[in-house]
């Protein structure tokens, strides 16, 4: 048992030997082999590598200088007005290939941004006093009047109820549809004019909603489940309502008192004046102005406007 | 028997149970979800960050925010969102919700994963019907507040940032609330898919009517690997099954079938 099992054991050490150089060669070879490898895998490493923070450096500057040479002119304005400068903005781009980074809300939100860490280059707000306060405090270079809006009495179309003028509101079995807590396009605007007109006390029975949003009042109208309301005429223009309402005017001296007046002014921080003053002067124009009146306001560039200004002291 | 199910179960562990190992199915539901992602992950998107309403998804045709898809989308959205569910339970969840693939991704990503004890399991998944009792009732019945101010038009991240800075308090704990959730779901798995999601709750008590859906034979020996191949951590059938089909591969009875009724 011995015996053989020392020759098994001399065989088998034998074999290991044998198999140890021939795991050596190849060792050896594989070691060599990687050297090769490296070798070939660094210096491909190394051209592809420069091959692409070459090909990066001009890509990236290629841009930069692109994004350098793009004019995009930073423009915030009253949310309400946002249906005149959408195109406005897209026809002074077609002109001078100036790109409008516009954003439209409530011109009290924008401008309490404004007054801490926000920035524009030009700002369009609706209250007067907003844009005083903005140039008082050096952020505003300047301002200039940009339109008016109007409030009217809004009735479905046809009008089944037979309103004639607001007094009519407060007639038996006229519903009238309001919005006091909503932002001015409705608010508490409407509330000043029923005041005035002196129909606020007996119109109360005739509400028969008093909701915080405009459109879903303006939709009331619409849908034929409500006869009267008093809205901004620009919400008659809106792309859900235009046509399906009409508008009885109200007499002046039943109007609130401001914020009537829409103003547009530059900022200090506009990166290009020129441009922001190119901006400024084409909304005023005849060019940008006929979109401001295409949605429901009355134009600063208009006799209309001119007189407002002057009665409101923009 | 029980050794040769064992067998089958250990070789089902090392292709289906192991949730890095995908099969062809679960990548298929992955191009979809991103497929869904371009369709509605913009109006998903305007209803976390800037919809001002209490209740986003709802009022979109008298909403301000001009630029929200959901003007235009919201009749379309609901109502395939409805045929769906009659068609496919509750897979609306599994293979288009945007909010199912964050979740489902970040659970996928994120190292720490926490299991939720079954028990405790059963009792919270019940949350997401409070859920949409509650939206249900802030719509209909409160007309649905605005809680936060319409940007209506703006750039990305700036409308996003001036939409969180002049929000109500209750605007920013719905909005933060839900993001926290969806993103603790990479912990405990699709947190907000299956415990609060409102649109989950509704699809979850309408699955039911669902024809086609993932089912499971009288051959399921209750081995549980199909549980632990699920992000929802349930089983083809039962509640929270948003029919993905991950599960189906994992069962080493073969019980799980796609089709329209059980299978004798």
């Known amino acids: ?314 | 028997m029980g050794c040769k199910m064992n067998r089958k179960a250990a070789d089902a562990g090392t292709d289906g149970t192991n949730p890095a190992n995908k099969t062809r199915l679960t990548w298929i539901r992955r191009l979809s979800q991103i497929g869904m992602l371009f369709i509605i992950g913009e109006y998903s998107f305007y209803g976390i960050f800037r919809c001002p309403f209490a209740i986003p998804y709802v009022n979109c045709t008298s909403c301000p925010v001009i630029q929200c898809p959901g003007r235009w989308m919201v009749y379309p959205f609901w109502i395939s969102l409805g045929i769906s569910s009659l068609f496919f339970g509750r897979s609306f969840c599994g293979w288009a919700c945007p909010g199912g693939l964050v979740s489902g991704l970040l659970s996928s990503l994120l190292p720490i994963r926490q299991k939720i004890k079954k028990g405790l399991d059963r009792k919270l998944h019940l949350l997401k019907y409070l859920s949409l009792a509650f939206c249900l009732s802030v719509w209909l019945l409160m007309s649905n507040p605005r809680l936060a101010i319409p940007i209506r038009i703006g750039e990305f991240w700036e409308s996003v940032i001036l939409t969180f800075q002049h929000a109500d308090n209750l605007w920013l704990a719905r909005s933060i609330g839900v993001l926290i959730l969806l993103v603790a779901g990479g912990v405990f798995g699709n947190l907000w898919c299956r415990y609060f999601c409102p649109t989950g709750g509704a699809l979850e008590a309408l699955k039911k009517l669902g024809m086609f859906r993932f089912r499971k034979s009288d051959d399921c020996n209750q081995c549980g690997l199909c549980t632990k191949k699920c992000e929802m951590n349930t089983k083809p059938e039962e509640y929270n099954c948003t029919d993905c089909g991950d599960c189906k591969k994992s069962c080493p009875s073969g019980a799980i079938y796609f089709g329209r009724s059980k299978l004798k």
């Open chain 1, 1 to 314: 048992m011995n015996v053989k099992g020392s020759s098994i054991d001399s065989d088998f050490a034998g074999y290991t030997g044998h198999m140890s150089q021939k795991f050596q060669v190849l060792r050896k070879e594989k070691l060599s082999m990687k050297k090769n490898n490296k070798k070939i895998s660094r210096r491909s490493f190394l051209k592809a590598s420069t091959l692409t923070a070459a090909s990066g450096v001009f890509l990236s500057s290629s841009v930069l200088a692109k994004k350098a040479d793009a004019k995009i002119l930073q423009v915030w304005s009253c949310g309400g007005l946002a249906e005149a400068f959408i195109p406005a903005n897209k026809e002074f781009k077609q002109k001078t290939g100036v790109t409008i980074a516009y954003t439209g809300a409530f011109a009290a939100a924008l401008g309490k941004s404004l007054f801490g860490t926000a920035r524009t280059e030009v700002f369009a707000p609706r209250v007067l006093e907003l844009a005083k306060k903005l140039k008082e405090q050096g952020k505003m270079l300047w301002y200039k009047p940009l339109c008016f809006t109007r409030y009217i009495l809004a009735v479905p179309k046809g009008n089944p109820a037979g309103i004639k003028s607001i007094k009519d509101m407060a007639a038996p079995g006229i519903r009238v549809v309001l919005s006091p807590d909503a932002s001015p396009p409705g608010g508490k605007a409407t509330i000043i004019i029923l005041k005035k007109s002196g129909i606020f006390e007996k119109i109360q029975k005739n509400i028969i909603f008093n909701g915080d949003c405009v459109l879903r009042t303006a939709t009331m109208l619409v849908n034929g489940k409500a006869d009267a309301s008093i809205i901004e005429q620009r919400i008659t223009r809106h792309p859900d309502f235009s046509g399906k309402l009409e508008i009885i005017p109200i007499e002046e001296k039943y109007m609130p008192p401001p914020p009537m007046t829409f103003t547009i002014g530059l900022m200090k921080w506009a990166k290009n004046p020129d441009i922001a003053k190119a901006f400024i002067d084409f909304i005023l124009s005849g060019d940008g102005q006929k979109h401001f009146e295409h949605a429901g306001f009355i134009p600063a560039n208009s006799s209309e406007g001119n007189r407002l200004s002057k009665k409101y002291g923009v």
